[in-house]
Each structure stands twice: as C-alpha cells, then as structure tokens.
T-cell receptor, first 113, second 117 residues
Framework: GDSVTQMEGPVTLSEEAFLTINCTYT??????LFWYVQYPGEGLQLLLK?????DKGSNKGFEATYRKETTSFHLEKGSVQVSDSAVYFC????????????FGKGTKLTVNP | NAGVTQTPKFQVLKTGQSMTLQCAQD?????MSWYRQDPGMGLRLIHY???????DQGEVPNGYNVSRSTTEDFPLRLLSAAPSQTSVYFC????????????????FGEGSRLTVL
C-alpha cells in the first residue's frame, strides 16, 4: 500500500541555518504530496503541496519539489527562525478520487536563537 | 469561522469506561476523518466518512465506533477504553475530491488528549 518515509528527528538547528527534511514515498499511480506543520499544542495545518511531477510547492520560505524519478518530496528552507520550531509531516494522497491522506511519522524541528 | 471543533480537549478515563469524542465542522465538507497521534508512529487513520450515512474503516479501527448522521458532525466512540488507546486524537475534514473547490487540503481540529488509566 501507499506509504511515506521521512527523516526522523529530532532536528536541532541554530537560527539562520539551512534546513532539509527528507521525505520519500511509495505509491501506485500519481499521488499528490503535502507537507503539514504542527506547532506546539495545535492541530496540523497545511504548509505546502504539489500535485504533479516537477511541481514546486512553496510557502513561508519553505519549498519542496515533487521528484517522481526519485519518489521524493524533500522540505527545504534557506534560513530558519525560532518560530519555525514545530513538527513537520510529509503526506500523500493516493489514488484518484480518494480524500485519504497517508502521513509520515513526523520530524520535530527545534531552532535555537 | 470556527472550522473544525473538537471536544473535549482533555479527558481521563478508567479502563473499561466508554466515551465519545465530538467533532463538528462548519465548512460544509463532505469528507471527515479521525486520526490518532502517538509518539514515533505519526498519524494513523481510525475511521473516515465521505458523506452523511457513509462510514468506513481506516488503518486502526478496532475499539472505536463512528456514525455520520449529519454533514457537520462525526463523533468517535470508545466502547470500552483500554490503556493502549491513550493518545491524541485529531478530527480532520475536507471537500470531496469530486468538487471543484477541493484543494486536497485537510483541515484539522486542535486535538483531544485522552488518557486511559
């Protein structure tokens, strides 16, 4: 079945450092890919998405590119801030017509001043 | 705009007790779902519904029951609580993929933290 594997944390960075969180997936067909973020004590919220190969999703300085050849959707940010401290989830929506999302296990990011 | 509202936010139960986690959304979403979040396990789908009167099992349905009598509400029932059900529960909703307004985004509630002693 469909699955998502993402880099397990925790990840600790200093402010203004470069961030990469790796995400790879297994799915039949052409899934849509998502990154969700969960701030402490809150529910998940959509950070960015890509619906087809070579699409780049971007939001709040974060970017991820849908790479079908490597089945990857790595999250990157050039300069992280303390306010980016959160748990990040990679997710996919599989077969066409299904609303279900399959999530990775999450990566906790802590950014120190 | 309330979005997805979950109640209660915190609950402590004893083994064997039953309870219902409430979920309501005011966005006229067809799709609603329940996930549980456990350390090192990510989010796992418990049950979901694609519309009123229709429910289906997710990845980890055992010990849980759901119903969908209205578009707005999707309660999750624990029939006989067990310590293994200690978790944070999230309700999430979205438009159907068959609607033009569907963007693929799931909208989440703030979560319900359940402890079973």
């Amino acid at each position: 079945g469909d699955s998502v594997t993402q880099m397990e944390g925790p990840v600790t960075l200093s402010e203004e450092a470069f961030l990469t969180i790796n995400c790879t997936y297994t799915a039949t067909g052409y899934p849509s890919l998502f990154w969700y973020v969960q701030y402490p004590g809150e529910g998940l919220q959509l950070l960015l998405k890509a619906t087809k190969a070579d699409d780049k999703g971007s939001n709040k300085g974060f970017e991820a590119t849908y790479r079908k050849e490597t089945t990857s959707f790595h999250l990157e940010k050039g300069s992280v801030q303390v306010s980016d401290s959160a748990v990040y989830f990679c997710a996919l929506r599989g077969r066409s017509g299904s609303e279900k999302l399959v999530f990775g296990k999450g990566t906790k990011l802590t950014v120190n001043p | 705009n309330a979005g997805v509202t979950q109640t209660p936010k915190f609950q402590v139960l004893k083994t064997g007790q039953s309870m219902t986690l409430q979920c309501a959304q005011d966005m006229n979403h067809e799709y609603m779902s329940w996930y549980r979040q456990d350390p090192g396990m990510g989010l796992r789908l418990i049950h979901y519904s694609v519309g009123a009167g229709i429910t289906d099992q997710g990845e980890v349905p055992n010990g849980y029951n759901v119903s969908r009598s209205t578009t707005e509400d999707f309660p999750l029932r624990l029939l006989s609580a067990a310590p293994s059900q200690t978790s944070v529960y999230f309700c999430a909703s979205s438009y159907s993929t068959y609607r033009d307004t569907n963007t693929g985004e799931l909208f989440f509630g703030e979560g319900s933290r359940l402890t079973v002693l």
